[in-house]
């Protein structure tokens, strides 16, 4: 057979993935003989381009899926895009904007037709791009948040919470968004420490000279004051009780009020109260019956209400009361000051709190049972650690704010009459019925529809649900089979933005969980730690990446980097690493098909195939392990040492013909057997690479492929025989590193001499020992007293080997005195756990013997070093 000198993965990559698409491996039905197994991608945004995260997401997404269909599951991977209401009408209107096209010069159809055919032009870019990674989803199932019947679930929703009474319309103080000119929930908004400024300005008292100072970082607010607060239990301000201060610059008369929310500690202990403009004064003004004055714009800009600097930014409008104040000697000082602010997650624009009328939903009875099936475990997350922020998010849950003062998204599906009550329907036709209840004479002309939209995660929320039309059909075939799904593979800055949401509407339309694990990625951050992002210039583009090293290189070389749950510190070298590990699998297979075969079965490398057989079975049990606990870069990097280090380095070697000679069949037939079951453990991580040398192995039939081959199933196996095999290497890797050390070329034969009371063990590895270090004879026996080499001590083991020129005896003795301290440190922390009665009493059986058998083998290999040291 003809082999490339090189793997090249560009003439692999992209036929192998038409092939499995023509032959439909990534298609899903129903199949009641089948387990099974569930995925749903998390919907990136339709305005994204794949970036790391993306990558590291996808790819572990696709991991679990090809397993699961190996595993033989009916194994379902659901694709699609989210329509990211702010950020899609953000590019949108940058798109108008180019083209000399102002928002508010349109209509809400005109710019949904924009919207939609910049969707349709960009939209599908990332699923395209997430093809070139290998990912192995249903094509045919991809799914978007703005599909008619995906808009009619997140209606019909909706409309069914509004009867439940569970979502409500109020004016509340929100996140106001200035630049998306949209409101925003407490999730959506990222807090951080900025160095702000903190303005002590004088208010006076009024009908006397005295004047009280009041600490504020924002001083343009002070236009929208309406009281002062003071503490009651405070002595310095006791007289100030039942007066009244008068507002700078605009001398409004305002109350001073008493309540022990004021912090007699922080600034000078007096509080100007802006209840438009601030949450906790807000809840102030409802206490104490003030008055709200919103003095700001839906863009920022002062309005008429603040009477000073109408239509200014509010920056703008607080450096210019800053100067007036200072000027009408109001201003008595201003230190720096470090402020948590709150951005928006999408705009990064400073949030302004600020009083709308908006749309809510209560959140105490839906989150209930999302907390609860964390906490008992029948939801798991992973890693652990994020069970603890999951409660605490929970624990303090508030009504969440669904609606955005935009276009883009899924209109509110409440109708307004014309003396201003409304009713909700799922359609138009359904309002008029209910308006006509009200009053007769209402027509359809009468009715208008609520502008607004609900937030994005109003509707990602049922995704594990609306991808199999769970909502208007509840009882069809696909949603009782697929639903829930297995395994949910996110990022935790959603936790509670989508997981946690997605676990309520699961538990309030289908009563059962959606999803059974919840694995959380960590966040891909450079070498600096830290994270990629395009602003930074950080981040590579992952499509430059997979054509210089591979799809196969870059996946594995991403999961290198990746502890489970743990941030990623992603290194280039480490796709290099991949794409090498590639060149390392495929130049194996050249070696082991350039072999010539004759027949017969060479019982010399019986000890060989027998180790490995036992060391791939001990590997795949602790694959299965590391895939239950999600420690999926574990688990491949299992597997990388057995191909790597025990097939390619170890078994190949000993099983390896001489120079120009053939192989024995018999030989030759197991080893290929090795690699089909190397190259299944391999393939969810690499599955190109893997389908090309899987066809390559054999010649096979047009189904007989890689991915959908059988998972390899751990048997029984002597991991005794595993440890002995192991205890050789180190012999031959003492042997070699003691040759180079004493300038013995590694073709000239010398011999070995092995005192040690398991005889039996090294004559049954006898010939792997003499062909690997090239040794002449083995003789167990202590060596006659004429006779010098080079001494070295494995486990209570001692060996001599007769090398030309001998090691130096002082290096010898200070190696052996390093290797005695290391020893006696070693059976010291053992000891110490072993005396440890907590440890013995709550510590598994096996790990307690483990324990006790460390203990044995240490004292055994000092007393041997010790020997050793004595005699030179």
């Known amino acids: 057979m003809s082999l490339s000198s090189k793997y090249q993965p560009q003439n692999v990559e992209d036929k192998w993935y038409q092939y499995w698409i023509e032959h439909r491996y990534f298609s899903s039905s129903p199949n009641p003989d089948k387990e099974s197994y569930t995925i749903v991608m998390p919907p990136p945004n339709v305005t994204g381009v794949l970036h790391m995260g993306?990558?590291?997401?996808?790819?572990?997404?696709?991991?679990?899926?090809?397993?699961?269909?190996?595993?033989?599951?009916?194994?379902?991977?659901?694709?699609?895009?989210?329509?990211a209401s702010i950020a899609t009408e953000a590019k949108v209107v940058a798109m108008l904007k180019q083209q000399g096209i102002e928002k508010n010069q349109l209509s809400r159809d005109e710019f949904l037709t924009h919207a939609w055919d910049w969707t349709n032009k960009y939209g599908g870019i990332i699923l395209n791009q997430l093809k070139k990674l290998g990912a192995s989803c249903d094509w045919d199932r991809t799914s978007f948040t703005m599909d008619d019947q995906y808009y009619k679930d997140v209606i019909k929703v909706f409309v069914d919470l509004y009867r439940k009474g569970w979502i409500y319309r109020g004016v509340r103080m929100v996140n106001w968004d200035p630049q998306g000119m949209t409101a925003l929930s407490d999730e959506e908004v990222n807090h951080r420490e900025v160095k702000s400024k903190l303005y002590f300005v004088k208010y006076s008292i009024e009908g006397s000279d005295e004047v009280i100072t009041i600490a504020?970082?924002?001083?343009?607010?002070?236009?929208?004051?309406?009281?002062?607060?003071?503490?009651?239990?405070?002595?310095?301000?006791?007289?100030?009780?039942?007066?009244?201060?008068?507002?700078?610059?605009?001398?409004?008369?305002?109350?001073?009020?008493?309540?022990?929310?004021?912090?007699?500690?922080?600034?000078?202990?007096?509080?100007?109260?802006?209840?438009?403009?601030?949450?906790?004064?807000?809840?102030?003004?409802?206490?104490?019956?003030?008055?709200?004055?919103?003095?700001?714009?839906?863009?920022?800009?002062?309005?008429?209400?603040?009477?000073?600097?109408i239509g200014e930014d509010r920056f703008k409008a607080r450096e210019l009361i800053a100067e007036d104040l200072d000027r009408s000697g109001q201003l008595v000082k201003v230190e720096?000051?470090?402020?948590?602010?709150?951005?928006?997650?999408?705009?990064?624009?400073?949030?302004?709190?600020?009083?709308?009328?908006?749309?809510?939903?209560?959140?105490?009875?839906?989150?209930?049972?999302?907390?609860?099936?964390?906490?008992?475990?029948?939801?798991?997350?992973?890693?652990?650690?994020?069970?603890?922020?999951?409660?605490?998010?929970?624990?303090?849950?508030?009504?969440?704010?669904?609606?955005?003062?935009?276009?883009?998204?899924?209109?509110?599906?409440?109708?307004?009459?014309?003396?201003?009550?409304?009713?909700?329907?799922?359609?138009?036709?359904?309002?008029?019925?209910?308006?006509?209840?009200?009053?007769?004479?209402?027509?359809?002309?009468?009715?208008?529809?609520?502008?607004?939209?609900?937030?994005?995660?109003?509707?990602?929320?049922?995704?594990?649900?609306?991808?199999?039309?769970?909502?208007?059909?509840?009882?069809?075939?696909?949603?009782?089979?697929?639903?829930?799904?297995?395994?949910?593979?996110?990022?935790?800055?959603?936790?509670?933005?989508?997981?946690?949401?997605?676990?309520?509407?699961?538990?309030?339309?289908?009563?059962?969980?959606?999803?059974?694990?919840?694995?959380?990625?960590?966040?891909?951050?450079?070498?600096?730690?830290?994270?990629?992002?395009?602003?930074?210039?950080n981040s590579p583009d992952p499509l430059q990446l997979m054509a210089q090293y591979g799809a196969d290189g870059i996946r594995t070389g991403m999961l290198f980097s990746s502890p489970a749950g743990n941030d990623l510190l992603f290194d280039e070298k480490l796709c290099e690493q991949g794409r090498n590990f590639s060149n390392k699998i495929w130049n194996t297979l050249r070696l082991v098909k350039g072999w010539d075969i004759v027949p017969g079965d060479n019982s010399d490398n019986h000890q060989a195939i027998l180790w490995f057989n036992d060391k791939c079975q001990q590997s795949i049990e602790e694959i299965e392990d590391h895939f239950s606990k999600f420690r999926i870069s574990d688990a491949l990097i299992t597997i990388y040492k057995l191909v790597k280090d025990d097939f390619s380095s170890w078994y190949l070697e000993m099983i390896k013909p001489d120079y120009q000679q053939p192989i024995d069949k018999k030989t030759y037939d197991e080893t290929i057997a090795f690699l089909e079951v190397l190259m299944k453990l391999l393939h969810p991580f690499m599955p190109f690479i893997t389908e090309e040398i899987w066809h390559k192995l054999h010649n096979r039939s047009e189904n007989d492929c890689i991915i959908i081959a059988d998972w390899p199933k751990s048997l029984t196996y002597d991991p005794i025989k595993v440890k002995n095999m192991q205890q050789v290497f180190e012999v031959i890797s003492q042997i070699r590193h003691l040759r180079t050390q004493t300038q013995t070329p590694p073709r000239?034969?010398?011999?070995?001499?092995?005192?040690?009371?398991?005889?039996?063990?090294?004559?049954?590895?006898?010939?792997?020992?003499?062909?690997?270090?090239?040794?002449?004879?083995?003789?167990?026996?202590n060596p006659p007293l004429e006779v010098t080499g080079s001494k070295f001590v494995i486990g209570a083991d001692e060996f001599l080997l007769l090398t030309p020129q001998h090691s130096n005896p002082a290096e010898e003795k200070n190696s052996l005195e390093k290797e005695l301290e290391y020893t006696r440190g070693f059976l010291i922390s053992v000891q110490k756990k072993l005396t440890n009665k907590r440890f013995v009493e709550n510590a598994p059986d096996q790990v307690v013997l483990n324990e006790q058998k460390k203990k044995k083998d240490a004292e055994a290999k000092i007393r041997t070093l010790e020997a050793s040291l004595s005699k030179l």
């Open 216 to 309: 504020t970082t924002r001083p343009e607010t002070i236009l929208g004051d309406t009281a002062v607060c003071i503490n009651p239990n405070d002595i310095r301000y006791t007289h100030l009780k039942g007066k009244k201060a008068i507002v700078p610059l605009i001398n409004r008369v305002i109350p001073i009020i008493e309540d022990e929310y004021v912090s007699m500690e922080f600034g000078t202990g007096c509080l100007k109260v802006t209840p438009a403009h601030d949450l906790n004064d807000y809840e102030l003004g409802l206490k104490h019956q003030l008055k709200s004055i919103d003095i700001l714009n839906n863009d920022g800009s002062l309005n008429q209400h603040a009477q000073l600097y």
């Open 336 to 537: 720096e000051y470090m402020n948590s602010i709150g951005f928006s997650e999408r705009t990064n624009a400073i949030i302004e709190p600020k009083l709308s009328m908006q749309w809510f939903m209560k959140m105490e009875k839906l989150s209930k049972p999302a907390l609860d099936h964390v906490l008992d475990g029948h939801i798991k997350l992973y890693p652990r650690k994020f069970a603890n922020t999951y409660r605490h998010w929970m624990e303090n849950i508030r009504d969440w704010c669904i609606s955005r003062q935009l276009w883009w998204g899924h209109r509110i599906p409440a109708y307004y009459l014309p003396d201003g009550t409304y009713v909700v329907a799922e359609s138009k036709d359904h309002a008029l019925q209910l308006a006509r209840e009200k009053d007769e004479s209402i027509s359809e002309h009468d009715l208008r529809q609520d502008e607004d939209v609900l937030d994005t995660w109003m509707s990602s929320w049922l995704w594990p649900i609306s991808v199999f039309n769970g909502i208007a059909k509840p009882q069809n075939e696909e949603i009782n089979y697929y639903y829930p799904t297995r395994d949910l593979v996110t990022a935790p800055e959603i936790l509670f933005f989508w997981v946690a949401r997605m676990i309520m509407a699961g538990y309030e339309y289908r009563k059962a969980l959606p999803f059974k694990n919840v694995y959380l990625t960590g966040i891909v951050r450079d070498q600096q730690r830290r994270k990629m992002s395009k602003s930074l210039g």
């Open 54 to 83: 993306h990558m590291l997401n996808n790819t572990i997404q696709d991991i679990l899926i090809r397993k699961a269909r190996m595993d033989g599951k009916e194994a379902c991977w659901i694709p699609g895009t989210d329509h």
């Open 748 to 781: 000239e034969c010398i011999d070995l001499f092995v005192r040690t009371n398991i005889e039996e063990h090294y004559r049954l590895y006898n010939s792997v020992i003499r062909k690997l270090a090239n040794i002449e004879t083995i003789q167990f026996c």
